[in-house]
């Protein structure tokens, strides 16, 4: 059924117009296109306005006197936000920028993607921790809060670097990206003070990429010395680094597909949120800029890489222990020394992550998800899923998909269940844990 909006004066139903004001030369803007475009093929059609343009670009000439019935948006400066109000139809921010916009927005969680990247370097046994970003822009500063506060929680210290070029909080995501790429060499002095081996995360792959280029230029080994996390997941930028640069997966095509279905609720008269609707990322892509294992007992580091190898085929710390020359108390006790966890509780991380991939790229059963992990009964793992990750595997998946099912989540359904997604509930029963 043919899905429009009414005119003026009660004349024929139409096709809803939409101006798609999103930057096609980024992979995120591409990726929040495509979510959009999926959004209309199966709740459509509409008819799209669009044209290449940059992130930063002002908005096209025609818009000052298009008419249409809703706009989506990375607005990343004030013409463009006076030229949306001047059209004076719904619509729906992407970037969350200009805190005067008065505009819903729907954007990436940086609280979530800040965790993903902590505890990527985290459970590769680092000791000493930094951040690099662009400081003043909104994004890179509260990942840099977010990560400086994971680090401290753990009694350690983050060390930040510190630009001097500042173009002030509001300046657009191009100038601070301007100033920040050009002080390579300051970058580069900074690296070269830091303790070492240490996990280093970057606001985005772009400061990542050049935080690689400063490491080679100053001869210090990437990822034995410096360990080096992007976010964004930019896969022609993060493959081209040396070495190719690891990534949180920003999920962008969500982050689309919810904005077109929020403009979609607000043509059809529906009241905006008062709060920024939030979507977490897909997860990590490993790339060989942080593939390192940074602890010091080789014993541990053995067993550590038996488990990262071996975890999903069925194996127990019982393995784990025919793996290393240790009694299990000397096991138990050293692992916990260096990674703060247990051989078990590092099985059982392992396990989870694979089942989130599984449940992510595939269209699995739970009973094959559950196979592939090295467990018999797909009715444990069901079980610890939603005690460990807050949301059973079928909410998970239906989360971190865009489609029929992901569109029927409410805005704060999406924002609660991607919050409790990144955290760990309390301990599951003993007899659960046996049997993971």
């Known amino acids: 059924m043919l899905r429009t909006i009414p005119t003026n004066g009660g004349l024929p139903w139409r096709r809803p117009r939409v101006a798609l004001l999103i930057e096609s030369s980024r992979a995120y803007g591409r990726g929040t296109l495509m979510g959009v475009s999926k959004y209309i093929r199966q709740h459509g059609p509409w008819s799209i306005f669009f044209q290449d343009q940059g992130l930063g670009d002002r908005s096209p000439p025609w818009l000052e006197n298009w008419e249409g019935d809703g706009i989506l948006a990375r607005v990343e400066n004030l013409p463009m936000a006076a030229a949306i109000r001047r059209v004076g139809v719904p619509a729906v921010d992407l970037r969350y920028l200009l805190p005067n916009l008065n505009l819903p927005s729907v954007r990436t969680d940086d609280a979530a993607a800040t965790a993903l990247a902590w505890e990527h370097l985290r459970e590769r046994g680092f000791r000493h921790f930094a951040y690099c970003g662009f400081n003043g822009a909104d994004y890179s500063d509260i990942r840099r809060d977010q990560f400086a506060q994971k680090v401290s929680q753990t009694g350690l210290c983050c060390h930040v670097y510190v630009d001097p070029n500042q173009p002030g909080h509001h300046a657009s995501t191009r100038k601070h990206e301007e100033l920040g790429l050009s002080d390579g060499d300051r970058v580069a002095q900074w690296i070269k003070e830091l303790p070492k081996p240490i996990g280093l995360m970057a606001c985005n792959d772009m400061r990542g990429q050049q935080i690689l280029n400063a490491c080679r230029s100053i001869g210090v080994a990437v990822p034995d010395e410096v360990a080096v996390i992007g976010v964004d997941n930019d896969e022609v930028l993060c493959e081209m680094s040396d070495p190719p ?192």
């Open 245 to 436: 640069l690891s990534s949180v997966v920003a999920n962008t095509e969500r982050i689309g597909y919810e904005a077109a279905a929020l403009l979609d609720r607000l043509m059809s008269g529906s009241r905006a949120p008062t709060e920024p609707i939030v979507v977490g990322p897909l997860g990590i892509v490993t790339r060989h800029s942080s593939d390192v294992l940074a602890v010091d007992d080789r014993h541990i580091a053995a067993a550590v890489r038996f488990i990262r190898e071996r975890a999903c085929e069925g194996v127990d710390v019982g393995d784990v222990l025919r793996a290393v020359p240790l009694s299990r108390s000397a096991l138990e006790r050293r692992f916990a020394k260096a990674l703060n966890r247990s051989p078990k509780e590092e099985i059982l991380r392992v396990r989870l992550n694979r089942v989130k991939q599984l449940l992510t790229e595939t269209d699995f059963p739970l009973s094959r998800v559950a196979e592939k992990i090295g467990l018999e009964h797909p009715e444990y793992l069901n079980v610890i899923f939603k005690i460990k990750i807050g949301m059973t595997p079928a909410q998970f998946r239906a989360t971190s998909r865009v489609g029929p099912a992901a569109g029927r989540l409410a805005p704060r359904a999406l924002t609660r269940v991607r919050a409790v997604q990144t955290g760990m509930a309390s301990p599951p029963p003993a007899n659960v844990i046996a049997a993971l």
